[in-house]
């Protein structure tokens, strides 16, 4: 189909090709596979306050170590949202987090929480919430360190089953971030039904700061109105200073992005997280 087509082109980087279609089963095969080959790998960004700079919590990203393709999230993962296989490779992606915690736990390190990307896919699932319940439970992880990103805008016909698994998960003790925010629509009634506690200001507005008074003005616009509706916000994206000149600095939580930390390891994460216990060693 043409959809399909036009998502193998941004896939390939290109649109030409005869064999598109070959090339998909390919994909699709592979990400089926990929599980059972342990070709994904969970990398981790931390976010910081930004007053103290201080680590407030992690985002786990996810990478897939095919042998065949070069290919981030943003192309495989509505991939495997088309082909069925996002709910699988959620649950991967939350026993993975799981047990770095419980490793993590079990080194002696600071414990942040971190944030899990779910499409609206996994919350169409009915089971979603016992899901996550359960797993939690399996590693024993606090409920309160996990949170889960879900993109502006992505809900489809499914709202109310969605929102029901949202709120399931929120009284086992997670919390929600809305990702991406700026760029879709979400209805301003709508968030306030959500249940959640943090809004990701998108990185296109980021993008565009200091000199774009257009995008400081809407940046500021969400930093106040999470203020008046008691949620945090974070933005994302962040790869120089200069971008914070002209953001209301005062009212905004955290930031994310190249300027402070890029995506690492769990062993480079797991070595930003001692740091701070080797200075104290150091320094006795
Ligand atoms: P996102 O949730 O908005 O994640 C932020 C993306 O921005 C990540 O791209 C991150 O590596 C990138 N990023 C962070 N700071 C900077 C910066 O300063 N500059 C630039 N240029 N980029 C920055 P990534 O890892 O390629 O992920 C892309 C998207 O794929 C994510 O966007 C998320 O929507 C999705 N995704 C990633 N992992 C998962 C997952 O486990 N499950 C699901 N459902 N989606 C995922
Ligand atoms: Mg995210
Ligand atoms: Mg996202
Ligand atoms: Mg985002």
Not at 4 to 10: N, Q
Not at 104 to 110: H, K, M, T
Not at 247 to 255: G, I, K, N, T, V
Not at 257 to 270: D, F, H, I, K, L
Request: glycine share 8%; charged share 20%; net charge negative.
């Amino acid at each position: 189909s043409d959809k399909r087509l036009r998502r193998l082109g941004a896939f390939n980087g290109n649109a030409q090709s005869g064999s598109l279609d070959l090339d998909l089963d390919l994909v699709v095969h592979s990400l089926e596979s990929a599980i059972e080959r342990d070709e994904f790998e969970v990398v981790y960004q931390p976010k910081v306050n930004c007053k103290t700079g201080d680590i407030t919590g992690l985002e786990a990203l996810l990478r897939w170590n095919s042998v065949n393709f070069d290919v981030g999230p943003a192309h495989f993962i509505p991939i495997a949202e088309e082909f069925g296989l996002i709910n699988e490779i959620g649950r991967w992606v939350l026993k993975a987090c799981c047990k770095q915690l419980k490793d993590w736990r079990a080194g002696g390190q600071i414990l942040h929480p971190i944030a899990i990307n779910v499409s609206t896919l996994q919350l169409e699932d009915p089971n979603f919430a016992t899901m996550v319940g359960a797993t939690l439970s399996e590693f024993g992880i606090d409920p309160a360190l996990i949170e889960f990103e879900l993109t502006e805008g992505a809900f489809g016909l499914q709202l109310e089953a969605c929102m029901t698994q949202m709120q399931s998960v929120a009284n086992l003790g997670c919390q929600w971030a809305i990702d991406d925010f700026g760029v879709g629509y979400s209805s301003l009634s709508r968030l306030h039904k959500l249940p959640i506690s943090k809004l990701k200001i998108d990185k296109s507005f980021l993008d565009q700061l200091p000199h774009d008074v257009g995008a400081q003005n809407i940046s500021n616009a969400i930093i106040s109105m999470a203020r008046s509706l008691s949620l945090s916000v974070v933005a994302e994206g962040v790869e120089d200073y200069g971008q914070l000149t002209g953001l209301d600095l005062s009212d905004l939580d955290d930031l994310q992005g190249y300027y402070c930390y890029r995506p690492m390891s769990a062993s480079g994460m797991t070595e930003i997280l001692s740091a701070p216990l080797k200075g104290k060693l150091r320094a006795s």
